[in-house]
């Protein structure tokens, strides 16, 4: 199982760029053989898909919503994944989670649900003000 430690989120005004790191502990074999994404939960709300990527970084997938603003990308030298968060909303602000999900998920809306991924991060906070 991946451990999963989130890096600090922070508060950005509207059109500002934000960038997550999640830093996976365990070894390395088992990081560069996850599928990667990430989640956000606003309050209220159930968690929801943000972005994927393959074990490999070959294979990305993203929600309508980010399409375009965001990229998710990963260092499996580094145990690492990331997202770069560009022209944040109001609308983002959320707890922001990564994930683990086994190699060979396939991204599709009908996968890309919590109950696809095995290993969560403790979550970070992001806050977007207009």
């Known amino acids: 199982q991946v451990q999963l430690v989130e890096s600090a989120g922070g508060l950005v005004q509207a059109g500002g760029s934000l960038r997550l790191s999640c830093a996976a502990s365990?070894?390395?074999?088992?990081?560069?053989?996850?599928?990667m994404g990430w989640f956000r939960q606003a309050p209220g709300k159930e968690r929801e898909f943000v972005a994927a990527?393959?074990?490999?970084?070959?294979?990305?997938y993203y929600a309508d919503s980010v399409k375009g603003r965001f990229t998710i990308s990963r260092d499996n030298a580094k145990n690492t994944v990331f997202l770069q968060m560009n022209n944040l909303k109001p609308e983002d602000t959320a707890v922001y989670y990564c994930a683990a999900g086994p190699p060979w998920l396939r991204f599709s809306t009908a996968t890309m649900t919590p109950a696809s991924w095995g290993s969560w991060g403790q979550g970070t906070q992001v806050t977007v003000s207009s």
């Open positions: 365990g070894s390395g074999r088992t990081f560069s053989s996850s599928a």
């Open positions: 990527i393959s074990w490999s970084g070959g294979s990305t």
